[in-house]
C-alpha cells in the first residue's frame, strides 16, 4: 500500500487544541508575561561585566595597526587559540616539555634515516612509533589551546631517551651520522661526475661516427662519377660564362668548407629555394680527396634552380702546408699527435676536445678566405650544419662600418663571453683581451675580404696559433683562435640571421621561425640518430629522400 506523504499525516497535538479554546485576553497575558522575561533577561546579560582578558605586550606599530585596520576587528578560530596560549613562547622555555619534545623529533628523525641506512629495520621501526607519538601529543596541546604536562610528556620523554641511548650504542649519535651523510652525498656526487662523462664520452663518439647512409652515399656516388664519363664533363666543360661568375663580384659568393655531401648538399638547396635570384647565387665548395669524386657527382646529378657550383679539394692548395700553417707544424711533433688523437694526454681535458676534427683543415681553412678566392671582395661563410630559411641577399648590402666581419654575438649569457673560452690567467691573454669581452658564432659570417687583406687578419691568427703552440691560451677549437684574429673587427649581425642551439639545447619557437639561418651546432647533428627529433623537420624538408641513390642508402 502506497504511503502518503509526511505531512498530509501530520494532525494538531493535544496542547495545540486546548490552547486554541483558551478565551483571547488569556492568550494575550501570558504572550506579555513572556515578552517581559526575556526582556530582562536580555538587560541582565547585557550589564554583566566581561571575563578578564589576557594581556599581551604591544608596540606602537601594532596599536596603530588595530585601529586603522578593520580586518582586525573580525576574531577567527585561531585568536582563541593565540590569546590562550603562545606557542612561541612555549618553544623559547628553557623548561618547556614542548621544546624538549620537539627536539628530540628532530634528533630522532636523524636516527631514523642512519637505521635504515645501516639495515636496522627494528629499531628504525621504534624510532617511527616514538616520533608519531610525541608529534600526537604536540598536536592534541596545540588544538585544546594549552601548554603540554608533565603528566603527558613524561614517559614520552623517557622512552625517547631510552632509544637515544641505545642509538648511541649503535654508534649513531651526531658526529658519525653526519660523517656518513657527508661519505654519502661525495659517494653520489662522483657516480654522477662519472656518469655525466661516460655519456658525454659516448655522445662524443656518436657524433664522430659517419653514419651508414652517408658512407653508402658517398661510395656509390664515387661508383657513378668513374664509370659516367658525362658527369665527369659537367665539371670539366664549363661555358665561360659559369668561369666568369665564380669571379664575378656583383654576385652573391657563399663559401662552404667540408667532407658531409648530404650536409652541404641541404646547406645549398635550402639558400637556393630561399632565394628570389638563385642564377646570381655561386656557391665554392672545398672537400678532402675522399669526397672531391662523389661531392662533384652529387652536383653534377643534381640542379639547383640554376645556381652555380664550384668545387675543389683542400690538398690542391699546395700553399697549405707546415711552413706556413701553424696548425699543420705542430702536428708534426709527436707529443701534440698524442695529446690530440691518443687521449692519453692531460686527463683534465675533456674529451671533445680532443677531437681529430678541431684539427682538419677544412676547419681551419676559413682563416684562409682571402688567399682561396683573391678575386673576391665579399663572400658569406656557412658552416655545413646549417639550414637557410630565408632570402640571404641582403647580408651582401649590409654596412659592416670598416669591419672584417659581420657575426651574431652571443654574449647573452655570461658564458659565451671571452673568459670562457680563453685562458686568462696566462699573462699575454690577460694583457690584450677583456674577459668580458662578447663572443660571437661563427657558422653564418659576411666577410669583407677587402679589409681583411688590408688588417692582415690571416698574419693575426698566425701569431696566436704560434703562441699557443703548448696549448695554454686556449683548449682546441676555431673558435677560440677566431676570437683573437678578428678581436675589434667584428660588427654584430641582428640575432634573426643567425639562430644557434639546434644542435644541444631548447630553442624558442618564435626565434626559429623568425631566423633566417638555423645553426645545429653541438653533437646532436639532424642527420644523426642522436639528433633531436623536434628539429629534425627543419634539415628534412631540404633533403630529397625520393631520390634513387638516398633510397638505396637511406631508409626513411
Avoid at 502518503?4 to 492568550?27: G, H, I, T, V
Wanted: some cysteine.
Amino acid at each position: 500500500m502506497r504511503r502518503r506523504p509526511f505531512l498530509d499525516q501530520r494532525r494538531p497535538s493535544s496542547f495545540k487544541r486546548r490552547w486554541q479554546q483558551r478565551p483571547w485576553w488569556f492568550r494575550l497575558a501570558v504572550t506579555l508575561l513572556l515578552a517581559l522575561a526575556c526582556l530582562f533577561l536580555l538587560l541582565a546579560l547585557r550589564g554583566s561585566p566581561d571575563p578578564d582578558p589576557v594581556v599581551l605586550p604591544s608596540t606602537d606599530s601594532s596599536r596603530s595597526a588595530a585601529t586603522t585596520s578593520p580586518l582586525l576587528h573580525q576574531r577567527s578560530y585561531l585568536d582563541g587559540v593565540t590569546d590562550a596560549f603562545n606557542m612561541t613562547d612555549e618553544m623559547l622555555s628553557a623548561h618547556s616539555f614542548s621544546r624538549q619534545l620537539m627536539d628530540q623529533i628532530s634528533l630522532a628523525k636523524t636516527y631514523l634515516v642512519v637505521a635504515k641506512e645501516a639495515n636496522n629495520l627494528q629499531f628504525a621501526a621504534e624510532l617511527s612509533s616514538q616520533i608519531r607519538r610525541a608529534q600526537s601529543i604536540l598536536a592534541h596541546a596545540a588544538a585544546h589551546g594549552g601548554t603540554v604536562t608533565e603528566q603527558d610528556a613524561e614517559k614520552a620523554i623517557r622512552d625517547m631517551s631510552v632509544l637515544f641511548f641505545q642509538a648511541q650504542q649503535f654508534r649513531y649519535d651526531s658526529a658519525v651520522t653526519i660523517m656518513k651523510l657527508k661519505g654519502q652525498i661525495q659517494s653520489l656526487e662522483e657516480k654522477s661526475k662519472a656518469e655525466a662523462e661516460k655519456s658525454t664520452k659516448y655522445g662524443q663518439i656518436a657524433a664522430e661516427e659517419l653514419p651508414k647512409g652517408l658512407y653508402c652515399l658517398g661510395v656509390r656516388l664515387t661508383m657513378e662519377w668513374f664509370k659516367t664519363t658525362e658527369l665527369q664533363r659537367k665539371f670539366t666543360e664549363r661555358s665561360p660564362a659559369v668561369q666568369s661568375n665564380l669571379r664575378d663580384n656583383s654576385l652573391y659568393h657563399y663559401c662552404v668548407f667540408s667532407d658531409n655531401i648530404l650536409a652541404v648538399s641541404v646547406v645549398v638547396n635550402s639558400t637556393t629555394l630561399n632565394s628570389m635570384r638563385p642564377e646570381k647565387i655561386v656557391f665554392h665548395l672545398v672537400t678532402d680527396e675522399v669526397n672531391y669524386a662523389p661531392m662533384r657527382a652529387w652536383f653534377a646529378l643534381n640542379d639547383y634552380r640554376g645556381a652555380t657550383v664550384e668545387i675543389q679539394k683542400v690538398e690542391d692548395f699546395t700553399w697549405l702546408n707546415s711552413s706556413y700553417v701553424p696548425v699543420l707544424k705542430q702536428l708534426q711533433d709527436a707529443a701534440t699527435q698524442n695529446y690530440y688523437f691518443s687521449g692519453s694526454g692531460n686527463r683534465g681535458t675533456p674529451v671533445k676536445f680532443r677531437n681529430p676534427k678541431y684539427l682538419s683543415m677544412l676547419n681551419h681553412l676559413r682563416f684562409y678566405i682571402p688567399e682561396i678566392y683573391p678575386e673576391l671582395r665579399k663572400v658569406v661563410f656557412l658552416d655545413d650544419d646549417i639550414v637557410v630559411q630565408k632570402d640571404l641577399s641582403e647580408l651582401f648590402t649590409i654596412n659592416l662600418n670598416g669591419n672584417v666581419m659581420g657575426a651574431v654575438e652571443t654574449c647573452m649569457e655570461t658564458f659565451h663571453r671571452f673568459h670562457k673560452y680563453l685562458n686568462h690567467s696566462h699573462p699575454l691573454i690577460r694583457a690584450h683581451f677583456d674577459p668580458d669581452a662578447c663572443g660571437w658564432a661563427f657558422g653564418m659570417n659576411v666577410l669583407d675580404l677587402v679589409m681583411w687583406r688590408n688588417k692582415n687578419v690571416t698574419g693575426i691568427y698566425h701569431y696566436w696559433q704560434e703562441r699557443n703552440a703548448d696549448h695554454t691560451l686556449w683548449k682546441l677549437g676555431s673558435l677560440p683562435p677566431g676570437l683573437l684574429a678578428f678581436y675589434g673587427l667584428v660588427e654584430p649581425l641582428d640575432p634573426k640571421w643567425h639562430v644557434l642551439g639546434l644542435g644541444y639545447t631548447t630553442v624558442d619557437p618564435a626565434t626559429i621561425k623568425e631566423g633566417a639561418v638555423l645553426h645545429y651546432n653541438g653533437n646532436m647533428k639532424p642527420w644523426l640518430k642522436i639528433g633531436m627529433e623536434k628539429y629534425k623537420g627543419f634539415w628534412d624538408n631540404y633533403v630529397d629522400y625520393s631520390h634513387p641513390l638516398l633510397q638505396r642508402c637511406f631508409t626513411h
